[in-house]
């Protein structure tokens, strides 16, 4: 157990909705990095909130947005959801940015039909 | 050229074997290697992390870095069944984000 939490744990939405997936990071963590990860491939990098600011974006579109609050948790915002969305959707948080140990929680599997 | 390349297996290895698990990378800045273990349907979980050249052991766990050739491999010993899942390596590259390879599904076999 890594001690970062996930909810929920599934989801169904349709096409074109919004969805909003939170995560908790580990105690004493304050940076939490959010990934995408399609059936069969590695987990893609979608951004990295440190200290409650962006901190690094991969190649996504602006309706994947996100905030961290002061007690480091955070939320995954995604707008106008499309089928290609539908993936298992991971945070990890870690002490400070990509050159630290990241520890991922259990994931959220989205599904949009 | 994929940023970070493995093995794509499946690759399958007899309960006691070792397992040596590859990984290539494209940017040359990269300074941080990371493996990780997945169960089908988990989420990956941490083995290993690598900073400098050479080797670092962890109990049956071997990492190996060669930053002159952009390679980074894991090795396994002692494997058991319980080490099938797929194994992903990640680099943290000159943009400061974490680079996942897609994995190789490694199978022990009783």
């Known amino acids: 157990e890594t001690g970062v939490t996930q909810s929920p744990t599934h989801l169904i939405k349709t096409r074109g909705q919004q969805v909003t997936l939170r995560c908790s990071s580990q105690s004493g963590h304050n940076t939490v990095s959010w990934y995408q990860q399609a059936l069969g491939q590695g987990p893609q990098f979608i951004f990295q909130?440190?200290?409650?600011?962006?901190?690094g974006r991969g190649n996504f579109p602006p309706r994947f947005s996100g905030l961290q609050f002061p007690n480091y948790s955070s939320e995954l915002n995604v707008n106008a959801l499309e089928l290609d969305d539908s993936a298992l959707y991971l945070c990890?948080?870690?002490?400070?940015?990509?050159?630290?140990?990241?520890?991922f929680g259990p994931g959220t599997r989205l599904t949009v039909t | 050229q994929k940023e970070v390349e493995q093995n794509s297996g499946p690759l399958s290895v007899p309960e006691g074997a070792i397992a040596s698990l590859n990984c290539t990378y494209s940017d040359r800045g990269s300074q941080s290697f990371f493996w990780y273990r997945q169960y089908s349907g988990k989420s990956p979980e941490l083995i290993m992390s690598?900073?400098?050249?050479g080797d670092k052991e962890d109990g049956r766990f071997t990492a190996q870095l060669n930053k002159a050739s952009q390679y980074v491999s894991l090795l396994i010993r002692d494997s058991q069944p319980s080490d099938s899942a797929t194994y992903l390596c990640a680099v943290r590259g000159s943009a400061r984000q974490l680079t996942f390879g897609s994995g190789t599904q490694l199978t022990v076999l009783p």
């Open positions: 909130y440190y200290r409650e600011e962006e901190n």
């Open positions: 690598i900073y400098s050249n």
């Open positions: 990890a948080s870690s002490l400070g940015g990509a050159e630290h140990e990241q520890y």
